[in-house]
């Protein structure tokens, strides 16, 4: 199994979202150990924190950014805007795909 980088325990799991207390174990399961992960560590120079990091020496990085919606509450998703409908109305938030991105020069 992989290993998590924090590990995951009572102080650091109050920190993080149920949706990604949730999905740290997955990954854990299904990675091989050669993959270590992090999950809230800042990179770049704009110092973003994406949800999850996986690295491998040989193969790269995989930064994973986590939502826990639902395919009924999703209703449009363009490059820029994720358009959502939660019981408390329409929302517009800016598409994790491309806030996200962080360019390593």
């Known amino acids: 199994m992989a290993e998590i980088i924090p590990a995951l325990n009572r102080e650091t799991s109050s ?32 110092r973003r924190y994406p949800d999850f990091i996986v690295l491998h020496p040989g193969r790269g990085w995989l930064f994973l950014d986590v939502k826990d919606w639902k395919p009924i509450t999703l209703k449009g998703l363009t490059p820029e805007v994720a358009r ?22």
């Open 84 to 105: 959502l409908h939660p019981p408390s109305g329409i929302v517009n938030t800016a598409n994790p795909c491309t806030a996200t991105f962080v360019h390593f020069s």
């Open 15 to 46: 920190r993080i979202t149920s949706c990604k207390k949730r999905f740290a174990p997955r990954l854990k399961n299904l990675l091989q150990d050669d993959f270590p992960y992090g999950y809230e560590i800042s990179v770049g120079k704009t």
